[in-house]
């Protein structure tokens, strides 16, 4: 029985430490990544998209909540580290998708998400939560977010995504070589929900800051 109690309680303190660091990480890139004023780009949408008259928010047209489209953010990334927020369709069976992709990538007809084909989103499926890859494996979440932040760190191949509601960690792609113009891309599948982009403070109204000789990109570690 204290043998038992005390795996318990050795387990809650492996937990709570992993808890702080997801947390400490978090904290970590707030500091270190800009904060990203993305506005939508109403040109890129699908047709079947409407996008809010301050481009800040995305939702299917009535008519076609059971197609779907994507949309970019209208400023591309080139350099630098930076982040944006998004409140997301929460517990009403919606399909949606989020993070970057290349400037040229294939957004017509029926296509699908991966980093082979210049991708690197997570999103909602009907079968989970999942990173899109050439084999969508659900996540095991804590908790579903009604608030993604998304971080990219162009220099060092880096995107990541995190539960904005609870600081935990959601996923991160493998380091990628990243060329050319990234766009912050948003996309709708299903449902009657919206992607909005959150207000942020500190977001400047400019272009990240590129960072020439950027030291590498390490997370710290909880004592």
Same mark, same amino acid.
């Given at each position: ?17 992993a ?10 890139? *707030? @500091?270190?990544? *800009? ?18 008259? @301050? ?18 953010g209208?400023?591309?990334i ?6 944006? @927020? ?17 400037e ?13 084909? /210049?991708?690197?989103?997570?999103? *909602? ?13 659900p996540?095991?979440?804590? *908790?579903?977010?009604?608030?993604? /932040? ?5 220099? @060092? ?9 609870? /600081?935990?960690?959601i996923?991160? $792609? ?8 990234? $766009? ?32 590498s ?7």
């Amino acid at each position: 029985s204290h043998r038992v109690c005390s795996l318990t309680a050795w387990r809650k303190a492996q937990l709570y430490a992993a808890g702080v660091k997801e947390i400490n990480a978090l904290d970590w890139r *707030q @500091e270190k990544f *800009q904060a990203w004023p993305v506005t939508l780009d109403p040109g890129s949408a699908d047709s079947s998209l409407v996008v809010s008259h @301050e481009r800040r928010s995305v939702a299917l047209k009535e008519a076609c909540e059971d197609s779907g489209g994507s949309v970019l953010g209208l400023e591309g990334i080139t350099a630098g580290r930076c982040h944006w @927020e998004v409140e997301v369709p929460y517990g009403d069976g919606s399909e949606w998708f989020l993070g970057v992709c290349r400037e040229d990538v294939e957004r017509t007809g029926w296509y699908t998400e991966s980093p082979e084909k /210049g991708f690197w989103v997570v999103g *909602q499926f009907e079968a989970g939560f999942c990173p899109c890859t050439k084999d969508p494996t659900p996540l095991p979440l804590r *908790q579903l977010p009604r608030r993604v /932040g998304v971080f990219l760190d162009y220099s @060092e191949g880096d995107v990541s995504f995190y539960n904005m509601t609870d /600081g935990s960690h959601i996923f991160s $792609f493998p380091r990628a070589s990243f060329s050319g113009t990234l $766009f912050p891309y948003f996309r709708l599948k299903s449902g009657v929900g919206s992607l909005t982009i959150c207000p942020m403070a500190g977001a400047p109204e400019g272009l990240p800051v590129p960072l020439n000789n950027s030291p590498s990109f390490e997370e710290p570690v909880s004592p």
